[in-house]
């Protein structure tokens, strides 16, 4: 018998506090995030921080991010995200490690 456990569950353990002065994760420019043609940070970030908009450009929310790298690992040809760790205090905080 095996148990299935949505990843949102999961992701709803985790607590995430938001530096609404300074996010740590921006896109340096939405007209490079239009010429790009797999725009796979919308499909490859694990807590979707990332949507196209109905402009063609990249929306991004940092709200609950993993703080994985994903992003900055899968945009490195276009290199238009700019991925800094959170200030102290701010940021994910793992319930179970």
């Not at 999961?10 to 790009?36: F, G, W």
């Not at 929310?61 to 993993?66: A, F, I, R, S």
Request: net charge neutral.
């Amino acid at each position: 018998m095996s148990i299935v456990v949505k990843i949102e569950e999961k992701l709803y353990q985790n607590r995430y506090i938001v530096d609404e002065s300074r996010p740590h994760i921006r896109i340096r420019s939405e007209a490079e995030c239009k010429t790009c043609t797999s725009q796979a940070c919308t499909v490859c970030c694990p807590a979707a921080c990332y949507s196209k908009n109905e402009a063609g450009t990249v929306t991004l929310v940092t709200d609950g991010c993993l703080e994985c790298g994903t992003c900055r690992v899968i945009c490195q040809d276009k290199e238009n995200i700019q991925w800094d760790y959170p200030r102290g205090g701010y940021g994910i905080s793992y319930k179970f490690g």
